[in-house]
Nanobody, 123 residues
Framework: QVQLVESGGGTVPAGGSLRLSCAAS????????VAWFRQAPGKERSFVAQ????????YVGNAAKGRFTISRDNAKNTAFLHMTSLKPEDTAVYYC????????????????WGQGTLVTVSS
């Protein structure tokens, strides 16, 4: 099992950038692909992007392509989501999650979730 804690959320104007972090306290972090999901008010949780075990490969959802970059630093037990050209529709709670599968965008395949961090993009 791995416990995840997100940070880095906040309010940013449209067109701005933000970097989210997902920190794990266990060194087993490197054993699991990690993903970011988001949930906007009144909507279902949706897949954003996933990174493989070593950060060599990524799987990016349509909403994130060309704007968001997922990465990880296993030496620091941390994954990141760098978001650029933010839009008001990117407003959501962003969650990181761990799985044993890659690639997968199915939330049911993820066994550990953080508490989420709120990103608000103002117009």
């Amino acid at each position: 099992q791995v416990q995840l804690v997100e940070s880095g959320g906040g309010t940013v104007p449209a067109g701005g950038s933000l970097r989210l972090s997902c920190a794990a306290s266990e060194s087993t972090f490197k054993d699991y692909p990690v993903a970011w999901f988001r949930q906007a008010p009144g909507k279902e949780r949706s897949f954003v992007a996933q990174v493989d075990y070593h950060g060599d490969a990524t799987y990016v959802g349509n909403a994130a392509k060309g704007r968001f970059t997922i990465s990880r630093d296993n030496a620091k037990n941390t994954a990141f989501l760098h978001m650029t050209s933010l839009k008001p529709e990117d407003t959501a709670v962003y969650y990181c999650a761990a799985t044993r599968k890659y690639p997968t965008s199915n939330a049911q395949n993820y066994f550990s979730w953080g508490q989420g961090t709120l990103v608000t993009v103002s117009s």
